[in-house]
């Protein structure tokens, strides 16, 4: 605890108790004596006012009741660096050790563990053995006497700053010009200032693979005045920033693989052309970014865009995407691998997970992985001729023929439907007997109920499914892949009917639809393999 306001009080950030928050005035407030600290609160629900009082504005807040005064002796203006860390690893003359759940720190999704969190391998009792430092929740507020770090910790390649009282970049600059072979920075969840001028290179960052500025109220355009300091950096985490707006990245960040944009809500998807021509992009994490939809204008149907060369992994989950245009526009990626979709409006216009599912992937030609599920070739191919079969009758009304000189679907076709000629190309054009009788895709998901066994696998227990009567052998196989984890082996499918017991009907054409066996409620179908 702090006896008095240090000099430079104003802009600092402190603790009080468990809560954070930022001095916004020092001085005196009449009718008493004395001098106060107006504080702004991270959690407004610990302030009383906007910083007026007595009629008079001694302080603006952004909340109308997100600040208070508070004495200095109340204040915990914070610690060093080396202070933190040798309390955080009882190296302080008191052999105590934090304990806590610090041992692992989260990027995006990623979950990290930092070595030496709640008890120190013999190894590394001494400072200048330490190689993974977290000083989570630590305090830390200034790096301390000018070069000790460097003296003390000569061996620190990854650092957890999260959650701390740092208040300026200059702060984070400090302690990390006196550690050499930097590789890993995690500074979120610290409220900072930013530089307002572009950062010259220097050898501060010259090693800096990977680093977290969640929650530290950052820019875009804040970012890239500091980037040039950053000139091997692969991963960017930038998550709940509040960042609206992007700008295109000029001779910086070229050396980006990974970034996450998640929690801020963007204007609009036509911001991700500005950072479309990354050249080493292959991570981009979307979640919660707001945006409704997404659009390559430079490639036209069935083409590939120039935009994300190298992305090979987009997540795009908790968005308000609801037409199916994006996901058709996902397929001009020339290198998308994997893609997360979840919790957006358009997943709710298939009452079936399967059939959207499926859809999605007929949609996009070289996707391996949906929603964190591995797209084996049995199920792209099942995939692929249903809705080659699906959209058939749609394809022959929009001018589509057998007979390729006469095939001329229409542009509105092509628009809704772009992978349906490559399709065509690739497993021929559906047969007229194929198409007869077919209903409408919402007549098409009658729903069967269904017990799933497998008799020479004791230990799997069975499954009850909810299935489309039209969903096809092949389908049904991609899902049982996925439902069991099998390995690349062939399955063999029979099925018991609950009205004939003991006879069993073997299902061995991959083409044809549950209803072709007249399975009905209550089946049970058995997997081997």
Same mark, same amino acid.
């Given at each position: 605890?702090? =006896?008095?306001?240090?000099?430079d =009080? ?6 009080c ?9 020092v001085?005196?407030?009449p009718?008493?004596?004395?001098i106060w ?8 629900q ?17 909340h109308?009741?997100g600040?208070?005064f ?6 915990n ?6 202070? =933190?860390?040798?309390?955080?690893y ?13 041992n692992t ?7 990290v ?5 709640d008890?120190?391998?013999?190894k590394q009792s ?10 989570? /929740?630590c305090a830390v507020?200034?790096?301390?006497q000018?070069?000790?770090i460097?003296?003390?910790c000569?061996?620190i ?5 999260s959650k701390?009282?740092?208040s ?11 550690v050499?072979n930097?590789e890993t920075l ?10 307002s001028?572009?950062i ?9 693979r ?15 005045l ?7 950096? /692969? ?15 000029d001779?910086v960040?070229?050396?980006l ?5 998640s ?5 609009d ?28 204008p430079?490639?036209?149907f069935?083409?590939?865009?120039k ?8 997540a ?6 609801s037409?199916?245009?994006s996901?058709n526009e996902?397929?001009k990626l020339?290198?998308l ?5 979840? #919790?957006?409006p ?5 009452? #079936?997970?399967?059939t959207?599912r ?7 030609s070289?996707?391996e992985?949906?929603?964190k599920?591995?797209?084996?070739p049995?199920?792209?191919?099942g995939a692929?001729?249903d809705?080659r ?6 394809w022959l ?8 000189e006469?095939?001329?679907p ?7 439907h772009?992978r349906?000629q ?6 021929g ?5 194929e198409?007869?009788g ?6 098409k998901n009658?729903?069967l ?6 008799p020479d696998?004791?230990?799997q227990?069975?499954?009850?499914k909810?299935l ?20 690349g ?7 018991e ?9 073997e299902?061995?054409n ?6 072709f066996?007249?399975i ?7 997997v081997?393999w």
């Amino acid at each position: 605890m702090a =006896a008095g306001a240090p000099a430079d =009080a104003l802009g600092c950030r402190i603790l009080c108790g468990p809560e954070y928050g930022t001095v916004r005035y020092v001085g005196s407030v009449p009718p008493t004596a004395g001098i106060w600290l107006g504080v702004e609160w991270d959690d407004p629900q610990r302030g009383k006012h906007d910083g007026t009082y007595e009629g008079t504005q001694y302080f603006k807040c952004r909340h109308p009741r997100g600040g208070s005064f508070i004495r200095p002796n109340k204040a915990n203006f914070g610690v060093d660096f080396l202070t =933190a860390v040798r309390d955080r690893y009882g190296l302080n003359g008191e052999q105590h050790v934090q304990h806590g759940t610090e041992n692992t720190v989260i990027f995006g999704k990623k979950t990290v563990e930092f070595v030496g969190m709640d008890s120190i391998a013999e190894k590394q009792s001494q400072l200048n053995q330490l190689v993974d430092i977290s000083v989570r /929740e630590c305090a830390v507020s200034h790096a301390g006497q000018k070069e000790e770090i460097g003296r003390t910790c000569a061996n620190i390649r990854h650092i957890n700053l999260s959650k701390n009282l740092i208040s300026s970049w200059e702060t984070v600059t400090a302690v990390a010009s006196q550690v050499q072979n930097l590789e890993t920075l995690i500074i979120s969840e610290n409220k900072m200032k930013f530089p307002s001028t572009s950062i010259s290179e220097s050898n501060v960052f010259s090693k800096l693979r990977i680093l977290a500025l969640n929650q530290t109220e950052i820019t875009w355009t804040e970012v890239l005045l500091c980037a040039p300091g950053w000139p091997v950096l /692969e991963e960017l985490y930038l998550a709940s920033n509040n960042i609206t707006v992007l700008e295109r990245p000029d001779n910086v960040l070229q050396t980006l693989k990974l970034l996450d944009l998640s929690d801020n809500q963007l204007l609009d998807g036509n911001q991700l052309h500005l950072i479309a021509h990354l050249p080493r992009l292959e991570h981009l994490i979307l979640r919660n970014t707001g945006i409704s939809s997404i659009h390559f204008p430079d490639a036209g149907f069935g083409c590939k865009t120039k935009m994300f060369p190298s992305l090979k992994r987009l997540a795009i989950n908790d968005n308000k995407i609801s037409q199916w245009s994006s996901i058709n526009e996902l397929d001009k990626l020339p290198s998308l691998q994997s893609l997360q979709c979840h #919790n957006n409006p358009l997943m709710d216009t298939e009452k #079936n997970p399967e059939t959207l599912r499926q859809l999605i992937i007929a949609k996009i030609s070289q996707l391996e992985v949906l929603n964190k599920c591995e797209i084996l070739p049995v199920e792209r191919k099942g995939a692929e001729l249903d809705y080659r079969k699906i959209f058939g009758n749609d394809w022959l009304s929009a001018g589509g023929h057998w007979n390729p000189e006469k095939n001329k679907p229409s542009e509105e076709f092509l628009a809704a439907h772009p992978r349906y000629q490559s399709l065509c190309h690739k497993y021929g054009a559906p047969e007229e007997g194929e198409l007869k009788g077919q209903q409408p895709m919402t007549l098409k998901n009658q729903l069967l109920t269904l017990t799933i066994k497998c008799p020479d696998k004791p230990e799997q227990k069975p499954v009850e499914k909810k299935l489309p009567e039209s969903m096809t052998i092949q389908r049904v196989k991609g899902l049982l892949y996925r439902l069991f984890k099998i390995p690349g082996s062939e399955l063999k499918l029979s099925y018991e009917s609950s009205k004939l017991e003991g006879k069993e009907v073997e299902l061995d054409n991959d083409l044809k639809p549950l209803h072709f066996y007249s399975i009905e409620n209550g089946d049970c179908v058995l997997v081997r393999w």
